[in-house]
């Protein structure tokens, strides 16, 4: 069994090579019994790299990508791929899917990728496609099945025929609070493919999905949310061990929904609210989650982060490193079903800085 | 005599029903709310444009629906500004670091724009100035 990467170890890592000390990447690591290997694989997610003008782009976001692609060639022992959670691109263009894509590169190791709305919206995910291979797609790694969604698709009508431009359909989908928008779904076809995909595969092997926008409805204002969620958790539901790993909303959640354990990751770009801290709607936040300490804006990378997970017989604990925040462990624990914060759950125990209003 | 001419004046003024401060109908309460509404959907488009500041960067990038601004809570204590500061201090935070921008003066009506968006996305919510 190889040594468990620590915080310690990365920030001796980030040391030796004259880095900064936490980056917003998310590690993750399998961990279970049998005669399957351990292994890990490294999480980046929500650059929204953005053209400028040219040659020039947005200096905050290109460090938070830099950063994260720095910090995750640092990382001791290697790990098996890379995983990047969608949004590379503000505004899907061709300039920024390549400066993020030359950042990309670095990487070592293999990396899969998430299409999120901004790399797709220009295009339709073609130029994307061209870089990063099919919009959906499913592999198998050391006895875990990984499946990867496209789940950021939408009505024909709002994707056809609803708007002049290409360039303001990308726009007005861009804006997540944009009342133009149009709720993210996984679609008839895809839905099918899933389907067709997981009758291959045994109830008993571990199964990793990822998508960009959460597999389970948040809030519909802020697409915090999959259209026919309902529809793909069915799917999943019959294995025994399910695990759904998000970007798209740039914070803290989780949740339990039957089989299913929901975490999301960390943007390196910027964080966002929490939905519930908007004082026109409701929304759904899981009552499981504790939040994330509530961003320092005179701290540009603050409320960004990354995470080690470990997949302990199959069942997530998310090991969430903040920005001069203490970690927060997020484990699926047996005795409750769900995922519980290791310190935090309780109310009583709970922070000021986790407090959203 | 002269001072009881002045002050039948002004007796005159204060009663004429045209300069009564506190007599207004529904029809001006119409017009202040749109000439408010108007302003707070300017705010709106400058929140969500990229030409704010230099880079093309919004401010609903980070705060859509201008979540996360607190607008009750000003003025307050910024640790980071070692002072009590105002809302519209923090918003030119904003414009001069992630927007890459300038700053605007404190009655700037584009800066009345945004502190009204801001407040108008606040609605309901009780004021509690120094709040963190």
Known sequence: MSRLITRRSVIAAGAAAGTLTTLPISMVRLAFGGTRDDFSFTYISDSHIQQIKGASFVRNWDMGLKRAVAEANLILPEADFVMFGGDLAQLGKKDELDHGGEMLSHLKGKLHCVMGEHDYYLDLGEYWSKLYGPHWYSFDHKGVHFVVLNSIITTDEWTFHRWPTAEQRMLEMAGLDNPNGSPFMVGEKQRAWLKDDLDKVSKDTPLIVFSHSPLQKIYKGWNFWTDDAEQVQALLQPFKTVSVIYGHVHQIQYNQIGNISFNAVMATAWPWPYPDTYAQAGAHVPVLTVPMNRADPFFERDATGWQMIDVNSGRVTARYQLWDNPERVVGYDPKFGKPVDKRYQEAIVRKAPQLHY | ?132
């Open chain 2, 1 to 132: 005599m002269r001072r009881y001419a002045i002050a039948l004046v002004l007796g005159a003024v204060l009663l004429s029903p045209a300069t009564l401060a506190d007599e207004f109908t529904a029809a001006d309460v119409d017009r202040w709310q749109g000439e408010f509404d108007s302003v707070a959907k300017k705010g709106r488009e400058l929140w969500t444009s990229g030409a704010v500041g230099t880079n093309g960067v919004a401010c609903a990038q980070c705060h859509p629906n201008a979540a996360n601004t607190h607008p009750e809570t000003y003025p307050k204590f910024q640790k980071q500004l070692g002072k009590v500061a105002q809302l519209f201090e923090m918003v030119n935070w904003c414009i001069r670091n992630p927007l890459q921008g300038t700053a605007l003066p404190a009655d700037d009506p584009k800066m009345t724009a945004f502190v009204a968006y801001i407040n108008k996305e606040r609605k309901g919510v009780p004021i509690d100035a120094g709040k963190h």
